[in-house]
């Protein structure tokens, strides 16, 4: 096992909080990256570097430290748009949270959308934010939520999810890696079955994205929702991933400044992509602390974390395994 060992002493000490002594006999041991990761010096560093160098608001100032904020801000943008291989960083709207990118989804597209007798197929093993911003859209349209079933082996029940399928269901919403039991969703899959449909598909990728690759082009999906905090980013930083296409049918959700292009007394006229769905100043370091939180998975590379977590799963369970109970 010394690979384990040797990858496991180069990871931590990139995460301060580690080398902490809380209960002052030994160093922190954190098993919650599920909930939030812990965030690596580098991502602190970057964070901290931005007040001291860059803080100014962006994309209004006509001053030289509001461009470099600006320019530091959509080069987060972009950032996020190579790591989940997306056309354009048009397609990436900044959010509080996975949360809030799944409600933008519900209420802007939903609203819109769904109609009395529609059906939303979501799975039960969803976490909450992805089942209740779907109940609220649904009592306003009057339409159906449905919930495929796991099987005895905690996995997705394709063939629930196949007999629920059917020509009424409009948007089908799934988790990518589930954090209540760690399976891995078939995405590509469950997307083939909702395209002959005619469905669209929304993927919750909190629990994916930094532990496998996600192309978002490659799973043919339409939505994908992810949280920074669970990335070795920030928290209060999350982003929503669609086609330009679809975006540029949808309402904006929240208004105010950033979003609009003109405003009159009567109406007003919204702005391009992504900024019609970003009202008001945005979290701009947090932002460029998530961009940095994906530098780091990707030096560390996500093929390097998955053989990691594969022989350190290996080597636990070896270890429960010689446990004489
Ligand atoms: C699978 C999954 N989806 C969504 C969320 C919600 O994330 P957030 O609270 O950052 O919006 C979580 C958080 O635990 C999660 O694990």
């Known amino acids: 096992m010394k690979t384990l060992q040797n990858l496991e002493l180069f990871v931590r000490e990139d995460f301060p909080i580690l080398d902490k002594n809380f209960n002052k006999k030994e160093k922190l041991i954190y098993l919650d990256h599920a909930a939030t990761t812990q965030k690596p010096k580098q991502v602190i560093k970057r964070i901290n570097d931005y007040y001291l160098n860059s803080n100014a608001n962006v994309h209004r100032g006509a001053h030289q430290l509001s461009a470099k904020a600006t320019e530091e801000f959509e080069n987060a943008r972009l950032s996020i748009k190579n790591y989940i291989k997306a056309d354009s960083e048009k397609e990436i709207i900044f959010t509080r949270n996975a949360t809030e990118a799944i409600n933008i989804v519900a209420k802007s597209w939903g609203e819109k959308n769904l109609q009395e007798n529609d059906e939303i197929l979501l799975s039960i093993m969803e976490h909450h934010s992805n089942i209740v911003p ?6 306003r349209n009057k339409c159906k939520v449905k919930f495929t079933k796991i099987t005895n082996d905690g996995t997705l029940d394709i063939e629930d999810f196949k007999n629920k399928l059917n020509t009424n269901t409009k948007i089908v919403s799934i988790v990518h890696i589930s954090n209540t039991l760690g399976c891995c969703n078939p995405i590509k899959q469950i997307t083939q079955l909702a395209k002959n449909n005619g469905s669209l598909v929304l993927v919750d990728a909190c629990q994916s994205l930094a532990h496998t690759e996600v192309d978002v082009k490659d799973l043919n999906i339409d939505f994908l929702a992810g949280s920074g905090h669970k990335l070795c980013g920030p928290t209060g930083i999350g ?21 609009i292009q003109d405003v009159f007394e009567e109406k007003s006229t919204w702005a391009d992509l992504p900024h019609k769905f970003e009202a008001g100043t945005p979290a701009i370091a947090e932002a460029i602390g998530l961009s940095e939180a994906l530098n780091y998975l990707n030096k560390l590379g996500l093929k390097n974390i998955q053989k990691y977590e594969k022989e350190l799963t290996e080597y636990l369970f070896e270890k429960l395994l010689s446990l004489k109970i």
Request: proline fraction near 7%.
């Open 239 to 259: 982003f929503l991933w669609s086609r330009e296409e679809i975006l540029d049918k949808m309402p904006p959700l929240f208004g105010g400044g950033e979003m």
């Open 134 to 139: 779907w109940q609220l859209v649904a009592e």
